[in-house]
């Protein structure tokens, strides 16, 4: 990217988790997600995000009026998320834009041309949400279960911040970057990346700057 003759360092990705779902799984995930995406991710853990856009006859929250709402938030709230050393004018004229931040949210969501969707990427403002409401198991009459819902969060999370760093949908059913239609498609992923959709990551995140 670039901005004038500034280079703009890429602070890495946010885990803003809201404390309305499980906050216990926060910590496994934040983790899985740095694994697959093979870079730092901070956690955001210890508030409540609002449920933005909640349509009454479908009762369920607009994804993308959710995330219009988290970048209002991340650049009024930079306290959240500006490192300590950063002058804050220069980090709100420039560096805010480069962080990649997801929100995981307990609202059931949708967008316009679908029906729900586990999670939704606004790469042009980098930020991305993922809901746990279909991923759990109880949704689906099963037994619950902890490891299953943390492994579908992590693919659906990594899936929806590789779309923030431009990576689009791939062919191969086993890789991140498929997209799902429904639970089984999501459990038949892999939780890594094919080769094609790593390399494309790691050239666009390469050093960890934009010049």
Known sequence: MSLNTDIIYDMGIHLFWDARV??????????ELSAVLEMPVSRIDNGTFPLE???????QCDAVKILT????FRRRMPELFKPADMDIEYYNKFNHITEKIL???????F?????????LAYPKLGVSVVSPYRLANEYYGRHADDEALIDRIVKEGAHEIAHLYGIEHCDNPGC????PRNLADLDRKRKYFCGKCRLELSARTEGGLHE
């Open 22 to 31: 499980p906050i216990g799984l926060s910590r496994p995930v934040s983790e």
């Open 53 to 59: 856009g909640f349509d009454t006859i479908r009762n």
């Open 69 to 72: 709402k988290l970048d209002m």
């Open 103 to 109: 929100l995981v949210t307990p609202a059931d969501i």
């Open 111 to 119: 967008e316009p041309l679908a029906d729900f969707v586990f999670g």
């Open 176 to 179: 991140i970057m498929y997209c």
